[in-house]
C-alpha cells in the first residue's frame, strides 16, 4: 500500500473529534472522510473539516477507497458498525474505541471477523500509553518487588458525586462498569493476565445501569485481586485510576500521575509524570491519545500489530460479563 494511510471515522462525538483532529496532523495519515448520523453535528462537522467527504451512511465510505477507520460511536452500536466495516470491506484496518462491544458473545464475533479481514485491529483502551503504567509494568517485569501475591485497584471520578447513586442524570450515560471499569479491567488484564470474576457488587439494585462496583478476582496464576469502580467519589474532578501491588520484596503503588516503590529493605522511592518522557508531537487531550492513534498507524504501514487488539479487549469483555451476570446487586 502507499505510505499514506487513507483514513475514516464514524462518529463525530469528542472522541472522533479528538481521533480525527490528531490524525490529521500525521505525515502519513490522509483523513478522508468522516461519518456522523446526527443533522446538526454534521453541519457543525463540515465547519471544521472543509477537505473532507462527510456522510451520514456507514455504507457511503465504501466510495471513497478506505485503508482505515476508527469507530468512536457510543458502545451499544460499536458492534453494528463495525461488523459492517467489515464484512462489506469498507476499510481493512479498523480501530474501535473502547469497550469493543456490549458483550463478550459480540466481541468473539468480531475477533473472528478481523482475523479474516487480516488487518490491524485496536481498541482505544489508552491508558495503556500512559507513562506511569508503561513504568509500573517494565519494574514489575524487571522483579523488583519479587513474585506479586496480590494487587487492588481502583477507577474513581466525581462526575456524580453531587448527585447520588441511582440518580437517573448518571443512568443517562450508561454503567460505570463500561465507562470506567474497562480501563482498570485491562490494565489489570495487561499487567497479571487472564481473571476469573470471584464476586461482585452492584450499587444501586433495580436500575440499568450502576454507579459503583466491588470486584474479587483471582487470576490464571493464582494471583488474588479486587476491583472499586465508581464515579460518585468525592475529590475526583478528573477520572483516576491506580494499583496497589502487593510483592515478596515489597509494595508498588502506581497512578495516572505517580508511582511509589517501597521496598521491604530500603527507603521508598516515587516518580510522577513530569519525571519522564511525556511529551508527544502534538497535544489534544492526553498524550496517550497521541501514541495510541500513532501505533495504530505504524502497525499499518509496517505491516506489524496493534495492542490493545480486539482480542485483548474481547477479554476485558469477559470479566464484565461475568460482574454483570454474577453479580450482587445493593441498594
Known amino acids: ?54 456522510v451520514d451512511n456507514v455504507q457511503e465510505l465504501h466510495r471513497y477507497d478506505l485503508d482505515a477507520a476508527l469507530v468512536t460511536t457510543p458502545i451499544p452500536s460499536h458492534f453494528a458498525i463495525s461488523n459492517e466495516i467489515l464484512t462489506r470491506g469498507i476499510a481493512k484496518h479498523l480501530f474501535v474505541e473502547k469497550t469493543l462491544s456490549s458483550s463478550y458473545e459480540n466481541s468473539e464475533a468480531l475477533c473472528k471477523l478481523a482475523e479474516t479481514s487480516k488487518g490491524v485491529n485496536m481498541v482505544g483502551y489508552m491508558k495503556r500509553f500512559n507513562v506511569m503504567f508503561r513504568k509500573a509494568k517494565q519494574m514489575l517485569a524487571d522483579g523488583v518487588i519479587g513474585e506479586v501475591t496480590s494487587f487492588d485497584a481502583f477507577a474513581f471520578s466525581s462526575d456524580f458525586a453531587s448527585v447520588g447513586k441511582g440518580s437517573n442524570i448518571s443512568a443517562s450515560r450508561g454503567g460505570v462498569l463500561r465507562d470506567l471499569g474497562g480501563h482498570i479491567i485491562d490494565l489489570a488484564l495487561w499487567f497479571f493476565g487472564n481473571m476469573t470474576v470471584k464476586s461482585a457488587k452492584l450499587e444501586p439494585s433495580g436500575l440499568v445501569s450502576e454507579d459503583a462496583v466491588q470486584i474479587s478476582v483471582k487470576t490464571t496464576s493464582g494471583l488474588h485481586g479486587s476491583f472499586a469502580i465508581s464515579w460518585c467519589e468525592m475529590g475526583y474532578r478528573l477520572p483516576e485510576f491506580g494499583l496497589t501491588i502487593n510483592g515478596s520484596n515489597g509494595i508498588m503503588r502506581v497512578t495516572d500521575d505517580k508511582l511509589e516503590l517501597k521496598p521491604n529493605d530500603g527507603e521508598t522511592q516515587k516518580w510522577y509524570r513530569q519525571n519522564l518522557d511525556d511529551s508527544v508531537a502534538f497535544l489534544l487531550g492526553d498524550p496517550e491519545y497521541f501514541r495510541e492513534d500513532k501505533q495504530f498507524i505504524k502497525a499499518i504501514l509496517e505491516g506489524g500489530t496493534g495492542e490493545p487488539s480486539f482480542l485483548s479487549a474481547s477479554r476485558v469483555d469477559y470479566v464484565l460479563d461475568q460482574v454483570k451476570n454474577g453479580a450482587v446487586n445493593h441498594g
Open 1 to 54: 500500500m502507499s505510505r499514506e494511510v487513507r483514513v475514516g471515522v464514524v462518529g463525530l462525538g469528542k472522541m472522533g473529534l479528538l481521533h480525527a483532529s490528531l490524525l490529521n496532523t500525521f505525515s502519513d495519515v490522509k483523513l478522508v472522510a468522516l461519518c456522523e448520523k446526527s443533522s446538526l453535528v454534521l453541519r457543525f462537522g463540515k465547519k471544521i473539516f472543509r477537505d473532507q467527504h462527510l
